[in-house]
Nanobody
Framework: QVQLVESGGGLVQAGGSLRLSCAAS????????MGWFRQAPGKERKFVAA????????YYVDSVKGRFTVSRDNAKNTVYLQMNSLKPEDTAVYYC???????????????????WGQGTQVTVSS
């Protein structure tokens, strides 16, 4: 059984930083497509970042490029999302997701991912 447990959310002032963690069990993060998504109040869940398979290629939505960094620790089987220069519009529930262990072009699509964490709230005050 695959489980993803996020942590690290909280309340931070604009310009501040947070690091989200996603500890995985039942799925090896280094061989999987691992994604971060977020859902703001009243809005659909949207892609934020991904780190893919053994090569570790990373992708970001344009609005977080240069501010967020997705990484992983293979020994801990954990994926991270380092968020710097946070803005009020980054406020959302952030979800970690685990996808296929084979190539799939849809790393930005929710439907690509099979397993989801419970989400962690990030609130950025102005």
């Amino acid at each position: 059984q695959v489980q993803l447990v996020e942590s690290g959310g909280g309340l931070v002032q604009a310009g501040g930083s947070l690091r989200l963690s996603c500890a995985a069990s039942g799925r090896t993060v280094s061989s999987s497509a691992m994604g971060w998504f977020r859902q703001a109040p009243g809005k659909e869940r949207k892609f934020v970042a991904a780190i893919l398979w053994s090569g570790g290629t990373t992708y970001y939505v344009d609005s977080v490029k240069g501010r967020f960094t997705v990484s992983r620790d293979n020994a801990k089987n954990t994926v991270y999302l380092q968020m710097n220069s946070l803005k009020p519009e980054d406020t959302a529930v952030y979800y970690c997701a685990a996808g296929p262990t084979y190539y799939s072009p849809g790393y930005y699509r929710e439907g690509t991912y099979d397993y989801w964490g419970q989400g962690t709230q990030v609130t950025v005050s102005s």
